[in-house]
């Protein structure tokens, strides 16, 4: 079982609305990544945190998509006014450092739907 | 920039078959190869990693070799089972991992 802990495990949203989703990562990784997993099963990559700061994050010009891994908190992922086209799967995984040998152990996922 | 390609994108195999799913990557990194299998509503979970050139790794019956020269790390397995339908992403760790678009493995009996 994934020692990685996502909640909820669904989400349903009205357009607009806000959607907040939170991760723990596995005890002793400090590195921690959120992906989004479309409807047809293709990740894209959003941010990367090492401890509290962010490493790597894509554009998100949109400034819809927020993201934080506060000191002895979980980990979160917030969107700020949902749209249909942010209905996917949003997974969180941790590792134990950036460098590209390491293993990214994911959780199980926020499953998010925008009417 | 950093790719990772899955040609196949549904495979579906007789119990006791042999599969191999095709993966080749782009990267001006040292390539890191990962296999993550997800079952349905599960986490992706490693089913194999490799940075060395041609050696081949296992974990599960499942094996791949890492050939730098063609850029690939293709994962085989010599006779499927039932349990291992599934979805298998490649992904090639740069900065970040980086997927490819995935295979759907469908086992029948």
């Known amino acids: 079982n994934s020692k990685v802990i996502q909640t909820p495990r669904y989400l349903v949203k009205g357009q607009g609305q806000k959607a907040k989703m939170r991760c723990i990562p596995e005890k002793g990784h400090p590195v921690v990544f959120w992906y989004q997993q479309n409807k047809n099963n293709e990740f894209k990559f959003l941010i990367n945190f090492q401890n509290q700061e962010v490493l790597q994050q894509i554009d998100m010009t949109e400034k819809r998509f927020s993201a934080e891994c506060p000191s002895n908190s979980p980990c979160s992922l917030e969107i700020q006014s949902s749209e249909a086209g942010d209905s996917a799967l949003y997974l969180c995984a941790s590792s134990l450092s950036p460098a590209s040998a390491e293993t990214l152990y994911f959780g199980s996922g926020t499953r998010l739907t925008v009417l | 920039g950093d790719s990772v390609t899955q040609t196949e994108g549904l495979v579906t195999l007789t119990k006791g078959l042999p599969v191999m799913l095709n993966c080749t990557y782009q990267t001006t990194y040292s390539p890191f190869l990962f296999w993550y299998v997800q079952h349905l509503n599960e986490a992706p979970k490693l089913l194999l990693k490799s940075s060395t050139d041609n050696k081949r790794t296992e974990h599960q019956g499942f094996y791949a070799t890492l050939h730098k020269s063609s850029s690939s790390f293709h994962l085989q397995k010599s006779s499927v089972q039932l349990s291992d339908s599934a979805l298998y992403f490649c992904?090639?760790?740069?900065?970040?991992?980086?997927f490819g678009s995935g295979t759907k493995l469908t086992v029948e009996p």
């Open positions: 992904a090639l760790r740069a900065n970040v991992l980086y």
